[in-house]
C-alpha cells in the first residue's frame, strides 16, 4: 500500500495478527485502518490500545466484544459495519495459554469490531499463529533489494516525482534501506520539487545527504564509545568531503535526541523494542542499544550543553569552523565526566 491508498471501510477484515520486522509499513498500515475506521462521532470512544505484556485474554476478549459508541442509533435492519477498533501491541509478549482462550473468538470475530495484534517478530514459527486464520495474518518482512525498489518506486510515483532507478538507489543508500527513513527523504523532495520534475543526484546529495545518516550516527557512536582519534578523524573526512558544517551539528544533535529517548524509554522498562521505537530507530538497532546502555540520563543535560554552544558558535561567525566541531568531538567524548558539571 503506497501513501496515496485509502483503505476503503468495506474491504476491513474484522481481525488482524500484523507481523514481521518492518515496523514502519507495519504501523502505516495500523494509520490506515485507523483512518477508516475512526472517522464518524465518537471515534475516541471506539478505539481502545492494549500492550501485551499489561492485557490478558479476558481483557482482550471484553473489549473486542464491547459495542461501539453510537451502535443502538444504527438501523437494525443490516448488520451494522466495523466501527470500533482494539489494538493490542507487543502482543508476542501474551503467553501461549492466552492465545488458546481466544482461539474460539479467532474463528468467530466480532463483525463490528477489528481487532488487531501488531507481533513484533517474525511470521515464521511463530507458536500462536497456527490460532489465526491465514487469511487475516498480514506479514510485513524487510524489504531488499528488487522488492525494496519497487516499493519505493511507487512511493515516489505516490508523490508525483519522477525518479530514475540509479537516482532511487542512492536514496535507498542514503536513507540505509529503511523504508521509515526512505519515506522521510521522498517527503524532502517531493516538498523541494515541482510535480513531475525529475530529481536529480545533484537533489540527492543536496536535500537528502548520500550516505550522511549513517555517517553521521557512527560519528556519534565513536563519540559515546570513546573512540575520540577515529571520532575526530572522520570529522576531517566529513568537512573535507564538503559537508556544511551546521548540517554535520544538526544531525548530530538529531542522533544524540535519539539516545536521549532511549535512555528515557530504557529507564522505563528496558525492554529493547521500546527503546528504540521510543528513538525511531530501526535500522543498526544493536550499535544503537549499545550507544544507550554506555549513557545515563545524568549524562544528557551536559551534552546538550555542548551542543547548544557548538550551535551558538557555529552561528556567531567564528572564522575558522572545523575547531568548533573538533572541540565538540573532544569534549563529548569524555561523556562519563559530562554529567560532573
Known amino acids: 500500500m503506497t501513501s496515496s491508498a485509502k483503505l476503503k471501510l468495506s474491504a476491513i477484515k474484522p481481525l488482524y495478527g500484523l507481523t514481521g520486522e518492518d515496523v514502519y509499513r507495519k504501523l502505516r ?11 464518524g462521532e465518537g471515534s475516541t470512544l471506539n478505539y481502545e490500545y492494549l500492550l501485551g505484556d499489561e492485557a490478558s485474554a479476558p481483557i482482550i476478549l471484553d473489549a473486542a466484544r464491547t459495542a461501539a459508541w453510537g ?17 493490542v501491541d507487543q502482543a508476542e509478549n501474551l503467553p501461549l495459554p492466552d492465545w488458546k482462550i481466544m482461539k474460539e473468538y479467532f474463528s468467530y470475530p466480532e463483525p463490528g469490531t477489528c481487532l488487531v495484534f501488531l507481533v513484533n517478530r517474525k511470521n515464521k514459527g511463530w507458536a500462536p499463529g497456527k490460532f489465526i486464520s491465514k487469511k487475516y495474518i498480514q506479514d510485513f518482512p524487510p524489504l ?8 519505493a518506486r511507487a512511493e515516489s510515483r505516490g508523490k508525483n516525482l519522477s525518479i530514475p532507478d540509479d537516482v532511487l538507489r542512492e536514496i535507498i543508500t542514503a536513507a540505509g534501506e529503511d523504508p521509515g527513513s526512505i519515506a522521510g527523504e521522498l517527503e524532502k523532495l517531493y516538498l523541494h520539487k515541482k510535480p513531475g520534475e525529475d530529481v536529480t543526484s545533484d537533489d540527492v546529495r543536496e536535500i537528502v545527504g548520500t550516505g550522511q545518516r549513517e555517517k553521521i550516527f557512527d560519528l556519534a557512536g565513536l563519540i559515546v564509545m570513546k573512540k575520540t ?3 575526530l578523524g572522520l570529522l576531517r573526512k566529513l568537512l573535507d568531503e564538503g559537508e556544511p558544517p551546521l548540517k554535520i551539528l544538526a544531525l548530530m544533535i538529531r542522533v544524540f535526541r535519539q ?10 522498562n528496558g525492554d529493547e523494542y521500546a527503546v528504540c521505537r521510543a528513538a525511531g530507530v530501526w535500522s543498526y538497532k544493536t550499535d544503537f542499544l549499545n550507544q544507550v546502555d554506555r549513557l545515563s540520563p545524568a549524562d544528557i543535560p551536559g551534552i546538550y550543553r555542548r551542543l547548544v554552544d557548538a550551535d551558538v558558535a557555529l552561528k556567531g561567525g567564528e572564522k575558522s569552523n572545523s575547531p568548533v566541531l573538533e572541540r565538540l568531538v ?6 562519563g565526566e559530562i554529567s560532573a558539571f
Open 330 to 335: 573532544v569534549d563529548l567524548s569524555s561523556i
Open 229 to 231: 582519534d577515529v571520532a
Open 71 to 87: 451502535l443502538f442509533s444504527i438501523s437494525t435492519e443490516k448488520a451494522p459495519s466495523i466501527s470500533r477498533l482494539v489494538v
Open 29 to 39: 498500515f495500523l494509520g490506515e485502518l485507523k483512518a477508516a475506521i475512526l472517522s
Open 144 to 151: 531488499k533489494a528488487k522488492r525494496l525498489i519497487n516499493w
Open 259 to 268: 539516545l536521549w529517548l532511549g535512555i528515557d524509554a530504557r529507564e522505563k
